[in-house]
């Protein structure tokens, strides 16, 4: 692994470059701004709910632009960048290839996302991440609708861009020597999910162009008044949406699989059945969507067809879980950083999947729909096990990035803190959502529990936010000032035994 | 890899299946008898317009942001929305469907006792999305 930090350079160069890790600390340079602006939105979200009535937001307009723009900026300017952050620097040097495929397309699909990110962050758009029409199409003020359509698109196509780019560097790129059997696991995490993106994505761009249409009035796909359907808006948002889910976490315990084995200083329980569990998730992932439409008033054929698609892909997910507990199991467990989180990712993991079996049997999901529990449930995913799997990746990959390791001490009390808050904030909130608080209000009714857990809820999001200004001062200090990492075994392993990708590069 | 033996994970997977099966199986048969519809339910139309609920019982009268039920009869509500998508929500009787404009979506309910429950709105629908609210009161029968 190149060490970009210790050799300085002027910043256009590597602004300019379309070194695979070049390319790759621009994305988690932005992914990880993108982390700190959308988080900064969910503490404004979760002080003005401490209580009822107006706190800090003084109209429910600026709320409700609020949280659509802390979601859009964290699934497609945090989430996707981090992992192509993650999948630069690693999926070359896993497949033995001196660069990826296509370096300058490596390079503009990255330069593609600050111009969205800026688009969607001046538009400040207020109709949720979800964008349904025909609130969408008659009701949401524009130019902010508008650019935020604007941004996601350009976003679709920088991930089918990096989606093909891991795709041919994984498959054609790879050393002769080596057969796809035994790529390692977080490379074949990234294969799944770009061929993932590629049959997703596409359906999504067609209908956020249907939707800028409607807008515009030149058409009524999802317009009732023009003979449209809202319905088939969602079906498009969620065939795409759904897999999406898939894009997301599959990278993040594909970081788990690099970790979990080093730290456990013992090999993978089952390198093929991870790959098993990768290829059938992605396939199975395709199967499920319209389970979050249980209430649009689908028929009961519907509704049993998709909750089975749900449930089928809960083995393989638990496939994973088990391969994970089976390798730490009688392992000599060294918990540094990198493999708390890990840790603490799968622990999170198995409780989003739980909760999600929850929501996909029908009579149930209609106490759960729309309500703080699916709040809870999804953010255990994608906080608990996609963010806690990326925040380890972040410090594990750290003293190669920077050539110094990172504060030990810090990054397991960012840890802990970070734990207790997001067991606070999203078990609440199931609990909450029980109780029958609707997602996405401004306000509520002063009700005795709905007070209580909301409070829970704020106290345990400024525990995180504490933690994440612990994170941001550890690894500003620790870049330029942390003492030199041993690059061989930063993280006292014993030898390079464990670094068997660093020992076959050398010149990397 | 390697050559050790996969039989606990075998066992694990088998185990998780089942499970599913079981989840899924109740859960089919209590929607089955959910979703079946007694006759003799009276119908109510509900409308959800940006920010509030209309209930139009079957004698012609109409309520804004309150409804009037009595105990013991079973009512259907058709749903429809003149606007955007809103979802009807009695969350104490776990009554939840959604209002989409160019639909008629229909649920019913019957209530066990008498009692004043919250209805809301649960599908993010603009502005006042969060005060879009309403009472129902479940009454002893008039005779």
């Known amino acids: ?508 | 890899m390697g050559g050790h033996s996969n039989w606990p994970e075998w066992i694990y997977v088998a185990v998780v299946i089942a499970l599913m099966a079981w989840v899924g199986a109740e859960a089919w048969e209590a929607e089955r008898l959910v979703e079946h519809i007694p006759e003799d339910a009276e119908t109510i139309i509900v409308t959800g317009q940006q920010w509030f609920w209309t209930f139009e019982h079957e004698d012609g009268t109409k309520e804004i942001g309150e409804l009037h039920v009595e105990v013991g009869k079973a009512y259907k509500f058709e749903i429809v929305s003149t606007d955007v998508n809103h979802s009807f929500n009695i969350h104490d009787y776990v009554v939840l469907l959604d209002a989409i404009p160019g639909r008629v979506n229909t649920v019913w309910f019957a209530p066990d006792a008498p009692g004043v429950h919250d209805i809301q709105c649960r599908e993010y629908c603009g502005l006042i999305h969060y005060n879009m609210r309403g009472t129902l009161y479940v009454e002893e029968p008039s005779h």
């Not at chain 1, 999170?348 to 999947?353: E, V, W």
């Not at chain 1, 401004?442 to 200004?469: H, R």
């Not at chain 1, 330029?480 to 993280?491: Q, Y």
């Open chain 1, 1 to 508: 692994m190149t060490l970009e930090l210790q050799k300085p350079r002027p910043i256009w160069q590597i602004m300019f470059s379309t070194h695979h890790t070049d390319v790759g600390l621009l994305y988690l340079i932005s992914s990880l701004t993108f982390l700190f602006l959308g988080g900064s939105l969910a503490l404004g979200i979760r002080a003005e709910l401490f209580l009822p009535g107006s706190q800090i937001i003084t109209d429910a307009m600026t709320f409700n632009r609020i949280f659509t723009v802390h979601g859009t900026t964290l699934i497609f300017l945090f989430i996707i960048p981090f992992a192509s952050a993650v999948g630069n620097y690693y999926v070359p040097i896993m497949v033995r290839y001196k660069d990826m495929a296509y370096p300058k397309l490596n390079a503009i699909a990255f330069w593609m996302i600050p111009p969205a990110g800026v688009l969607i962050w001046l538009g400040f758009a207020d109709f949720t991440w979800y964008a349904t029409p025909p609130y969408s199409i008659i009701s949401a003020p524009g130019p902010a609708a508008d650019m935020w359509i604007f941004g996601l698109k350009i976003l679709g196509v920088s991930s089918v861009l990096g989606a093909l780019n891991f795709i041919v560097t994984i498959l054609k790129c790879k050393h002769p020597d080596m057969s796809i059997g035994q790529v390692p696991l977080l490379a074949w995490s990234f294969l799944s999910s770009s061929l993932i993106i590629l049959v997703a994505i596409p359906t999504f761009a067609a209908a956020l162009l249907m939707l800028l249409t409607d807008r515009l009035g030149a058409s009524g796909f999802f317009n009732p008044a023009m003979g449209g359907d809202p319905i088939s808006y969602a079906h498009l948002f969620w065939f795409t949406f759904h897999p999406e889910v898939y894009v997301l976490v599959i990278p993040a315990i594909g970081m788990m699989y690099e970790i979990i084995p080093r730290f456990s200083r013992k090999p993978i329980y089952s390198y093929n059945s991870g790959i098993f569990a990768f290829v059938l998730l992605s396939i199975v992932g395709f199967s499920s969507w319209a389970h979050h439409m249980y209430a649009t008033g689908m028929s009961f054929t519907e509704k049993t067809v998709f909750m089975v698609g749900t449930l089928a892909a809960v083995p393989a997910s638990a496939m994973h879980v088990f391969n994970f507990v089976a390798t730490m199991w009688n392992a000599r467990i060294k918990f540094s950083t990198p493999m708390m989180w890990s840790v603490g990712g799968i622990a999170l993991f198995f409780s989003a999947g739980a909760g999600g079996v929850v929501n996909s049997a029908m009579p149930l999901d209609f106490t759960t729909h729309d309500t703080y529990w699916v709040v809870g449930h999804f953010h255990l995913f994608v906080m608990g096990t996609i963010a806690f799997g990326s925040i380890g990746f972040l410090y594990y990959m750290f003293p190669y990035v920077t050539g110094r390791m990172y504060n030990e001490a810090l990054g397991k009390i960012h840890f802990t803190l970070s734990f207790i808050g997001t067991v606070l904030v999203f078990f609440t909130q199931h609990i909450l959502g029980l109780y029958g608080m609707p997602r996405r209000i401004y306000d509520y009714p002063p009700i005795p529990e709905w007070i209580a857990m909301n409070q829970i809820t704020t106290i345990g999001a400024m525990i995180i936010g504490i933690s994440m200004a612990i994170f941001l001062a550890n690894m500003i200090h620790s870049a330029g000032k942390g003492k030199i990492a041993d690059t061989d075994d930063p993280f006292g392993l014993g030898g390079k035994y464990y670094y068997p990708f660093e020992a076959k590069n050398p010149s990397h």
